[in-house]
Nanobody, 119 residues
Framework: QVLLVESGGGSVQAGGSLRLSCAASGHTFSNYIMGWFRQAPGKEREFVSG????????YYADSVKGRFTISIDNAKNTVFLQMNSLKPEDTALYYC????????????WGQGTQVNVSS
């Protein structure tokens, strides 16, 4: 059973930073694509960033390019999202996701971690 557990969310002022972590277990994730999505109140869930298991390929939504960095620690089966220069519009519930084919339609989801950015 695949389990994705996020951590690292919290409250920060605009311009601040947070680092999210996603610990993956219950499966062999080699060749998987891992990623992060977010959902703000009243809005649809949106893609934020993705990374191949090897770490060689990364993907970012235009809204976070240059501010967020995704990385992976294969030895610990953990994916990270370093978020810098946070804006109030980054406030959302952030979900970790995994899929064997495409991160845009992941098969596996975490429970989410809340990020609040105040102005």
């Amino acid at each position: 059973q695949v389990l994705l557990v996020e951590s690292g969310g919290g409250s920060v002022q605009a311009g601040g930073s947070l680092r999210l972590s996603c610990a993956a277990s219950g499966h062999t994730f080699s060749n998987y694509i891992m990623g992060w999505f977010r959902q703000a109140p009243g809005k649809e869930r949106e893609f934020v960033s993705g990374i191949s298991w090897s770490g060689g390929l990364t993907y970012y939504a235009d809204s976070v390019k240059g501010r967020f960095t995704i990385s992976i620690d294969n030895a610990k089966n953990t994916v990270f999202l370093q978020m810098n220069s946070l804006k109030p519009e980054d406030t959302a519930l952030y979900y970790c996701a995994a899929d064997a084919t495409t991160i845009l339609y992941p098969d596996y989801w975490g429970q989410g971690t809340q990020v609040n950015v105040s102005s």
